[in-house]
């Protein structure tokens, strides 16, 4: 199975920065898009990055000029870089793919919305 792994999460105060990490790995046929979303204490999971296998990149309202996604498609890897945190960053943070998963037994492909288990952001002084 495909699996996505989050770490870069932690404890840190307003105005710090944080760069967390999300590697894919297991039989990938092929990536689209990746994603950061986002879910805070009593909130609904809300999108706050995305990234195209091309570049192009899309941010919530609310980071914008302050979060920046990258990607490295040689090593299924996505990034995102958060700069002047504030306390209602804080949140698990998920890490998304739109993919194709190599069914082995088969040969063929399918596609699968993948998801990783969170890692937590806290922003307190």
């Known amino acids: 199975q495909v699996q996505l792994v989050e770490s870069g999460g932690g404890l840190v105060q307003p105005g710090g920065s944080l760069r967390l990490s999300c590697a894919a790995s297991?039989?990938?046929?092929?990536?689209?898009?990746m994603g950061w979303y986002r879910q805070a204490p009593g909130k609904q999971r809300d999108l706050v990055a995305a990234?195209?296998?091309?570049?192009?990149?899309n941010y919530a309202d609310s980071v914008k000029g302050r979060f920046t996604i990258s990607r490295d498609n040689a090593n299924n890897s996505v990034y995102l870089q958060m700069n002047s945190l504030k306390p209602e960053d804080t949140a698990v943070y998920y890490c998304?793919?739109?993919?194709?998963?190599?069914?082995?037994?088969?040969?063929?492909?399918?596609?699968?919305?993948?998801w990783g288990q969170g890692t937590l952001v806290t922003v307190s002084s």
């Open positions: 998304n793919a739109d993919l194709l998963e190599m069914i082995v037994t088969t040969g063929s492909a399918h596609a699968l919305d993948a």
């Open positions: 990234i195209t296998s091309a570049g192009s990149t």
């Open positions: 297991g039989s990938i046929f092929s990536i689209n898009a």
